[in-house]
């Protein structure tokens, strides 16, 4: 009777060890390794190639408009630059490494602009007499003066076909953003490229990072801190604490009708970050460290917002319905769900974001 009731016991023990994940542990650094690769190869180099590539094609687009201005080519200079803008959506989230460098990350885009620098600063280079938008101009100019948001700001006014074909100073600084805009984001792909070796070997006697996992931790912020940044900058601030505190026109890229949009790219390509490829990304490792269920939380997560944004819609001369507003509410809400899932995430994969620049704000 004894002896039964000691292999009912075993048997029990037995069935509760192998319910739980077999092989559950956090990653080590063989993993951050394959990850490390896995995000420079799939998801850095390809995105900043097509910025590269969309912002060329946005400086050609430009350049023709102003060549030879009329509806149709405004139309395309303009369709151009929505590419290029959402391209960089794509890859914004990226903050550090090359883009840092000099500032660049302000230089392509300055923004939010609370004081309304830029436009203060924007309509007084319009005004300037005999002015020459070169080389040595952009090198001295302001950041708010020569990204997208000021690009955007000249093409998508009202009467830039009018402003194209007089003596104006519009068309010149609209093709000299662009050109800027072009040559700095393909001198950051091509740092990347070459910032590529350190990041991947990090860790292997690496200059720059002792560990693997060190260079992880900044893919890892990159795709943590960029929700906040998403729900509070892009989304709160705009929308105001009612639809009758709406201010759309402090949303980012109102203008052209991007803003929405803008958001859709961040998620998709903060989702793509987390999800990675089979056995390399985020998802992968929580899995491997036995947390199924939040990685199944997480990406739940994602396309609850995916779905969300999908229904949203950009309001139309600044104006929104009642069940738009909720809809982007709710997006708000999402992503603070998401955040919260996210930064259990990296207290299960053991991984210490530390200071965020937001802190305080």
């Not at 201005?69 to 989230?93: N, P, V």
């Not at 590529?196 to 990159?222: C, N, P, V, W």
Request: charge should be negative; proline fraction near 3%; glycine fraction near 6%.
């Amino acid at each position: 009777m004894f002896v039964n009731k000691v292999w009912l016991v075993l048997i029990a023990l037995t069935a509760t060890i192998f319910s739980q994940p077999l092989l559950a542990e956090l990653p080590g650094e063989a993993d951050w390794h394959r990850f490390n690769q896995a995000v420079m190869g799939e998801h850095v180099l390809p995105r900043y190639a097509e910025l590269t590539g969309k912002s060329q094609l946005m400086a050609t687009a430009v350049g023709d408009f102003c060549r030879q201005a009329d509806e149709k080519s405004l139309a395309e200079a303009r369709q151009a630059t929505i590419e290029a803008i959402l391209a960089w959506q794509g890859i914004q989230h990226i903050q550090f490494g090359p883009v840092t460098f000099l500032m660049r990350n302000f230089d392509l885009q300055y923004w939010p602009d609370r004081k309304g620098i830029g436009a203060r600063q924007l309509r007084q280079v319009l005004q300037q007499k005999d002015a020459v938008f070169d080389d040595k101009f952009f090198r001295d100019a302001s950041a708010s003066i020569k990204g997208f948001p000021a690009l955007e700001s000249l093409l998508f006014r009202k009467d830039m076909l009018e402003k194209a074909t007089g003596e104006f100073n519009h068309c010149p600084l609209a093709t000299g953003i662009a050109v800027t805009i072009a040559a700095t984001t393909k001198a950051i792909e091509k740092e990347w490229s070459e910032t590529r070796a350190a990041i991947e070997s990090a860790g292997d006697e690496s200059e720059d990072y002792e560990m693997a996992a060190d260079a992880s931790t900044q893919f890892l912020k990159a795709l943590v801190e960029p929700i906040e940044v998403i729900r509070d900058v892009k989304l709160k601030t705009p929308l105001g604490d009612s639809l009758e505190d709406l201010r759309w026109k402090r949303s980012e890229f109102w203008r052209s009708g991007q803003s929405v949009n803008s958001i859709r790219a961040n998620i998709q390509s903060l989702r793509d970050l987390y999800s990675g490829q089979e056995q390399t990304g985020v998802d992968s490792l929580l899995r491997k460290a036995g947390e199924e269920q939040l990685a199944t939380d997480i990406q739940q997560a994602f396309e609850a917002i995916e779905g969300q944004l999908t229904n949203a819609r950009e309001p139309e001369q600044g104006n929104m319905s009642a069940e738009q507003y909720q809809n982007l509410q709710a997006v708000r809400t999402s992503l603070g769900q998401l955040q919260d899932e996210l930064e259990k995430a990296m207290d299960s994969l053991d991984i210490h974001l530390g200071f965020n620049s937001r802190d305080g704000d």
